[in-house]
């Protein structure tokens, strides 16, 4: 079956710093992958949407890269800020299936 | 979420009884969505609508059952509530045409229940 895996890890870094996560799947080949920002208590929210061809992305601090042959993608937030604190999921195309999402805290 | 409503926001039952909720979009997308997010799990697919009376399983349809009678309205209903159906449920949409857009899907604000 589909498995994506995501750090469950939560990852702790300075603000300023550039934060990246992983996401690794198998048994899949999605025509495009998406991540997602979390808050407590709140659904979901679309960041970014990386097609199979596509190398990288970029939107604002954002970037992600997308790698069909090792079967991961990797989501940076370049110059991190407090406000960056929250659980970042990816999922694959196409009926969204999600990882358990990492949890970032970007401290001062 | 803009577009999207999800209720009730908080409900506590008692197992064994039928539970309803509610998913209400104005976007007018064709696409909807109904997920349970567990620690643990992630985000599940449990049913979705591509129209009006079109559905399919997704999965974890297990005790579960969805109706979408208008474009704007899907249902999701537990015909019998079980301790193990106690989460969050999100309801989502999205304007898939069958084109890869820049667009992901919308998510509600979603509804804790809790089977007791």
């Known amino acids: 079956s589909q498995k994506i895996e995501q750090n469950s890890e939560a990852l702790n870094i300075q603000e300023g710093k550039t934060a990246t996560l992983t996401c690794n799947y198998t048994n899949y080949s999605p025509a495009y992958l998406q991540w997602y920002r979390q808050d407590p208590g709140r659904g979901p929210v679309f960041l970014l949407l990386?097609?199979?061809?596509?190398k990288e992305k970029r939107k604002e601090r954002l970037k992600v890269t997308f790698d069909t042959t090792l079967k991961q993608s990797l989501f940076h937030i370049t110059a991190s800020q407090p406000a960056d604190s929250a659980t970042y999921l990816c999922a694959l195309s196409d009926k969204l299936i999600f990882g358990t999402g990492t949890r970032l805290q970007v401290f001062p | 979420d803009a577009g999207i409503t999800q209720s009730p926001r908080h409900k506590v039952t008692e197992t064994g009884t039928p539970v309803t909720l509610r998913c209400h979009q104005t976007e007018n997308h064709r696409y909807m969505y109904w997920y349970r997010q567990d620690p643990g799990h992630g985000l599940r697919l449990i049913h979705y609508s591509y129209g009006v009376k079109d559905t399919d399983k997704g999965e974890v349809s297990d005790g579960y059952s969805v109706s979408r009678s208008k474009t704007e309205d899907f249902l999701l209903t537990l015909e019998s509530a079980t301790s193990s159906q106690t989460s969050v449920y999100f309801c989502?949409?999205?304007?898939?045409?069958?084109?890869?857009?820049?667009?992901?899907?919308?998510f509600g604000s979603g509804t804790r229940l809790t089977v007791v």
């Open positions: 990386i097609r199979e061809n596509e």
């Open positions: 989502a949409i999205s304007e898939w045409t069958g084109i890869i857009t820049n667009y992901g899907y919308t």
